[in-house]
C-alpha cells in the first residue's frame, strides 16, 4: 500500500514568499498522479516535500496513514528520478543500479540478481560496464529509473525526468514509463510543464499555478470540462479559444458581433448571466469551415495562417477581427483567398464569468 495524503501542505520562504499554499490531494495506491503547470508554480517543491529534500512549512503529508513530515528521507521507502539524471560519473552503470543496495548492506548475490533483472526489464543488459558519459540520453535515463526500480519503494518521485531529451526520445520514453507503472503497480508521482506528458501518462492531472491547486481531475475532465480560464488555456494543443461576449436570452453575442446559440443544457446556469458579459472557451476541433454562406448571422472568415502538423492542420482564421484557431482534418478545400463561414459546436464549448475566470458552464 502506498497512498499520499497531502494535508494543507504549505512551504514559505523568507518573508511570506508561498511556494505551495494549502496543498490539499489524496493520491490513492498505485495512482499515477501527474502535477503539471508553468515554471515556479510550486509542483517540483510539492515533490522535494515528499521526498523529504524540502521542509515542508505548514500541513502535514501522510504515506499509508504515518506523518512522514520530519522522517529522513531514506526511511521514507520512496525513490526519485531527476531531471539531470543523478548519475555518479566515475561508476559504470551496474555500479550506479548497485549503489543504493550496497549502502543498505545487501548480499552481494542478491545484488546481482537484482541489477540484472532490472537491466533487462530496462534493456540495459549490453551497457552494464559502461560510464554515463558513454551513453545516450534515454540511456542515461533509463539508468536513472533503474536505480530507483532496483529498491521496489513504496513511492516513484518524477521530476520533468524527460526535459533534456529530443522530441522523439520523449515519445518512446513516456511509453516506457507508462509500461513501467503497469509492470510495477507503484504509486507514481510525476512532475512536468509538459501537457502532453500530463495528458498521456496520467491517471488523474493536478493543474498548478501560484503554488495552488487550481484542478484535479482525469486528462478527459481537465480537457472538456476546465474548471477556469487557466485550466483551459493550459491543457491543450492548440490553445483554446477563447472570446467575450454578453448573455441573451437564446444565445451569446460574442465581441465580434457573431450570435452563438446556447445549447439547452447552458441556458438555466446562465439565467443568472442574462446581459452580463462572460468569456467562451470553444476548441479548435470544435470549430468547422464551411463554404461561405448569404445568412444574416454568418461573419465571413480569411485565413491568416495554416500550420501544418502531419494528418491534420491548424487554421488561424480571422473572425471578425478575432483571432481563431481550427483543427482542420478534411472537408473543404484550404485557399488564402476564399472566404469561409464558421460553424461552431455550442454543446461542448465551455463559459466562464469574465470577472472570477472560474466556469459557468
Known amino acids: ?63 499509508d496513514g504515518k506523518v512522514v513530515n520530519n522522517m529522513h528521507p531514506k526511511e521514507r521507502d520512496i525513490a526519485m528520478v531527476f531531471q539531470n539524471y543523478a548519475l555518479y560519473p566515475h561508476m559504470s552503470v551496474y555500479e550506479n543500479m548497485a549503489f543504493g543496495l550496497k549502502m543498505r548492506k545487501f548480499p552481494k548475490k542478491e545484488i546481482d540478481s537484482k541489477v540484472k533483472d532490472v537491466a533487462k526489464i530496462l534493456e540495459l543488459e549490453s551497457v552494464l560496464k559502461r560510464k554515463p558519459r558513454e551513453l545516450s540520453g534515454g540511456q542515461r535515463q533509463r539508468v536513472a529509473m533503474g536505480r530507483a526500480m532496483i529498491r521496489s519503494p513504496k513511492v516513484f518521485l518524477m521530476d520533468e525526468p524527460l526535459s533534456n531529451l529530443d522530441a522523439k526520445l520523449r515519445v518512446q520514453m513516456r511509453v516506457e514509463i507508462a509500461n513501467l507503472h503497469k509492470r510495477l503497480q507503484t504509486t507514481f508521482i510525476y512532475v512536468t510543464h509538459d501537457q502532453v506528458e500530463a495528458m498521456t501518462l496520467a491517471d488523474r492531472i493536478v493543474v498548478m499555478n501560484n503554488g495552488i491547486i487550481q484542478q484535479v481531475g482525469t486528462p478527459n475532465e481537465i480537457y472538456e470540462s476546465p474548471r477556469n480560464i487557466f485550466v483551459a488555456n493550459f491543457i491543450g494543443t492548440p490553445q483554446i479559444n477563447l472570446i467575450n461576449g454578453r448573455v441573451t436570452n437564446s444565445y451569446i453575442l460574442l465581441e465580434n458581433g457573431y450570435q452563438l446559440p446556447v ?22 476541433e470544435q470549430i468547422e469551415l464551411i463554404d461561405k454562406t448569404d445568412k444574416d448571422d454568418s461573419i465571413l472568415c480569411k485565413i491568416n495562417m495554416i ?17 481563431v484557431i481550427s483543427r482542420h482534418i478534411g472537408g473543404v478545400k484550404l485557399d488564402y483567398k476564399i472566404l469561409y463561414s464558421l460553424k461552431i459546436d455550442n454543446t461542448k464549448i465551455s463559459i466562464f464569468d469574465k470577472e472570477t475566470g472560474y466556469s459557468i458552464s
Open 1 to 63: 500500500m502506498a497512498e499520499i495524503n497531502f494535508e494543507s501542505i504549505s512551504k514559505i520562504y523568507g518573508e511570506n514568499i508561498k511556494a505551495v499554499d494549502d496543498f490539499k490531494l489524496t493520491i490513492k495506491d498505485k495512482e499515477f498522479i501527474v502535477l503539471v503547470g508553468p515554471s515556479g508554480c510550486g509542483k517540483s517543491t510539492t515533490l522535494r516535500m515528499v521526498a523529504g529534500l524540502e521542509e515542508i512549512s505548514t500541513g502535514k503529508i501522510l504515506i
Open 263 to 284: 445549447s439547452e443544457e447552458s441556458r438555466k446556469e446562465l439565467e443568472a448571466y442574462l446581459n452580463k458579459e462572460v468569456t467562451v472557451g470553444i476548441r479548435s
Open 307 to 323: 500550420e501544418n502538423v502531419g494528418f491534420e492542420k491548424y487554421v488561424y482564421l480571422d473572425f471578425g477581427g478575432v483571432e
